[in-house]
């Protein structure tokens, strides 16, 4: 009796992350794609990029940002921790390669909370020069139209504005994974939450937002020690009434893992992000992890009915993936490895469920309560 239960209730299961993967593509082929406001004021644009490290591809990353079709000033603001840190030497490349673009540098070795990115952040803040910021990760690569994009919708719709991000292999096997990751989970995930009014995203990829509105919600520093600080950040925004508008189309991310290990840790923290975040809807979350689902009733006895049903599922994740790629414009992805990123998806989904410690830019942290993180180590950033 027991196992028919549990056999009933993975199927089921299994039928949902079908639909769900269906509606998901629904969503992102009907999404309309902006165009370019070329003709739309360009106000100076403060951007900010926190770094950390040499990471893959950070040059062309950084530089894809100065490669602007936007005749307002633009100040790109960088910052790191260490004098030693080498991408300060991307920057240097940059200057030399761009010298008519202002960037700048902030070295500061202060650490203001157990959040290294917004301890760099805090740090910029003092640099910012213009009314419109821009905050982007490191690992942000972006078109020629993007500022066109982000401060054409800031205008128009008020508030902040934020974009997903789709994933940018570099070759390897754990970075095309890492791709398919994102591709044909995490922005299903956020694109149905946001057209059902399930989630509020605001993501590190772009927040653009005036510097009142920063400055109303008393800086980076209330962000200091959280986990989750684009999603807090975005919730502090709301509450002081200003909506975060999540916009129809999205940047690269460009997946750097070279080993598993690396590829686990980063996934790891992003679903402890989401279980902090919001706790039911990643209980929700097993259910769009349909090929799995269907597997694990397999192997319980549920014979073709699960065979089917695993097959259906697959068809399902190829078909959202193919509309992934037409909805943003993506080349072709490596569908052959779709089974094998479902299962460690999930296998992360379940970790995600028990694990309390989170490895990040070589610091251990304990998650406590309502994301706040305690690191386990002097707040201080190690010298590479």
């Known amino acids: ?21 269906l509606l998901a593509a629904a969503i992102v082929l009907s999404s309309r794609r902006a165009g370019a406001l ?3 004021a360009q ?28 005749a307002g000033t633009v100040q790109i603001v960088f910052g790191v921790a260490s004098a030693h840190d080498p991408a300060i030497a991307a920057v240097e490349r940059l200057r030399a390669a761009y010298p008519g673009k202002a960037l700048d540098l902030v070295v500061d070795p202060h650490i203001a909370g157990s959040n290294p990115k917004v301890a760099n952040l805090i740090n910029m803040s ?35 504005v934020t974009c997903p991000y789709y994933g940018i292999s570099t070759g390897h096997l754990w970075s095309s ?27 590190g990829s772009t927040i653009a937002l005036r510097r009142q509105s920063l400055e109303a919600i008393g800086g980076f520093e209330p962000l200091a020690d959280c986990l989750a600080d ?26 750097g ?59 399902c ?5 193919f509309a992934i790629e037409r909805g943003y414009g993506l080349p072709l992805h490596p569908y052959w490895l779709i089974p094998v990123r479902d299962l460690l998806s999930f296998a992360v989904c379940v970790a995600g469920f028990v694990a309390r410690d989170v490895s990040w830019r070589g610091h251990h942290y304990e998650l406590m309560s309502e994301g706040i993180l305690k690191s386990s180590k002097k707040k201080r950033l190690p010298s590479p």
């Open 1 to 21: 009796m027991i196992r028919e239960i549990v056999l009933l209730a993975l199927m089921a299961g299994g039928v949902l992350g079908c639909l769900f993967m």
């Open 257 to 315: 893992e070279s080993t598993f290990g690396e590829l686990w840790r980063h996934e790891l923290r992003w679903a402890l992000t989401i279980r902090t975040i919001d706790p039911l809807g990643y209980l929700g979350w097993t259910v769009s992890h349909a090929f799995p689902l269907a597997l694990i009733a397999w192997l319980l006895g549920g014979a073709w009915p699960a065979i089917g049903l695993g097959l259906a599922a697959l068809a």
């Open 230 to 255: 684009d999603y807090v950040l975005g919730e502090m925004l709301v509450m002081q009434g200003q909506p975060v508008s999540l916009l129809p189309f999205a940047v690269g991310h460009v997946c």
């Open 177 to 203: 994974l890492a791709q398919l990751n994102i591709d044909s989970h995490f922005i299903p995930g956020v694109v149905v939450g946001a057209r059902l009014n399930l989630s509020r995203p605001c993501l």
């Open 38 to 40: 070329a003709n739309a």
């Open 43 to 70: 106000p100076a644009v403060t951007i900010l990029k926190p770094l950390h490290g040499d990471e893959t591809g950070l040059f062309e990353n950084l530089a894809s940002f100065c490669e602007q079709d936007y």
């Open 317 to 321: 994740r190829a078909f959202l993936i």
């Open 126 to 160: 003092a640099r910012i020069e213009h009314d419109v910021v821009v905050l982007a990760d490191s690992d942000i690569r972006v078109r020629p139209d993007y500022l066109l994009q982000v401060v054409g919708a800031l205008k128009r719709l008020g508030g902040a």
